[in-house]
Nanobody
């Protein structure tokens, strides 16, 4: 079992930055692949970024590539999402997800989720 708790969301102006954190509980954190998804009002949850268990492999949605960076600190059981050059269309609830297999870009295929943190980007 993996429990996830996100933090770091908030209100920021367009062009600004935020860093999200996802703290995980459980001794098996170093074995899980992690990622971030987001869900805007009236839209489906979508993939944002993923990172392998050892941090060696990352992947991003095209919409955030070059602006967002995912990283992890296995000593702190935490994964991060650094978000730069934020745009109003980045406004959403951001969720942390985990999976023992490679993280899937299909939300339903990932079994562990946090409660989400709101990110609002004003124009």
């Amino acid at each position: 079992q993996v429990q996830l708790v996100e933090s770091g969301g908030g209100l920021v102006q367009a062009g600004g930055s935020l860093r999200l954190s996802c703290a995980a509980s459980g001794r098996t954190f170093r074995s899980v692949h992690m990622g971030w998804f987001r869900q805007a009002p009236g839209k489906e949850r979508e993939f944002v970024a993923a990172i392998s268990w050892n941090g060696g492999i990352t992947s991003y949605a095209d919409s955030v590539k070059g602006r967002f960076t995912i990283s992890r600190d296995n000593a702190k059981n935490t994964v991060y999402l650094q978000m730069n050059s934020l745009k109003p269309e980045d406004t959403a609830v951001y969720y942390c997800a985990a999976r023992y297999a490679v993280l899937s870009r299909t939300p339903d295929e990932n079994p562990y989720w946090g409660q989400g943190t709101q990110v609002t980007v004003s124009s």
